[in-house]
């Protein structure tokens, strides 16, 4: 059974930093893209960051670009979100997944399988 497991959020000030990780099993995403999506209270869930399959492209979202890194590491089967200098506005539940291809993937509908998500909550 694929099972997605995140962790690391939590409640932090604005300006403070969250490392999120996506611990996967059940079988290897080591030739899959991966991604980061976040979904805030009525809202849609929305596209933050991807890393294709070796993790050589990664893109994000522009809200958090130069702010938010994601890497991976194949041999734990495993995916991180660096997140520095967190604003209220990025207050909401993220979630992993992982994509159906190798490269980088924008949409929801490309994901195949996905994390129970973890709350991130930054106060003002």
């Known amino acids: 059974q694929v099972q997605l497991v995140e962790s690391g959020g939590g409640l932090v000030q604005a300006g403070g930093s969250l490392r999120l990780s996506c611990a996967a099993s059940?079988?290897?995403?080591?030739?899959?893209?991966m991604g980061w999506f976040r979904q805030a209270p009525g809202k849609e869930r929305a596209f933050v960051a991807a890393?294709?399959?070796?993790?050589?492209?990664?893109d994000y979202a522009d809200s958090v670009k130069g702010r938010f890194t994601i890497s991976r590491d194949n041999a734990k089967n495993s995916m991180y979100l660096q997140m520095n200098s967190l604003k209220p506005e990025d207050t909401a539940v993220y979630y992993c997944?992982?994509?159906?291809?190798?490269?980088?993937?924008?949409?929801?509908?490309?994901?195949?399988?996905w994390g129970q998500g973890t709350q991130v909550t930054v106060s003002s």
């Open positions: 890393i294709s399959w070796n993790g050589g492209s990664t």
């Open positions: 059940g079988r290897t995403f080591s030739t899959n893209g």
């Open positions: 997944a992982t994509a159906a291809g190798y490269g980088l993937e924008y949409h929801t509908s490309e994901y195949r399988y």
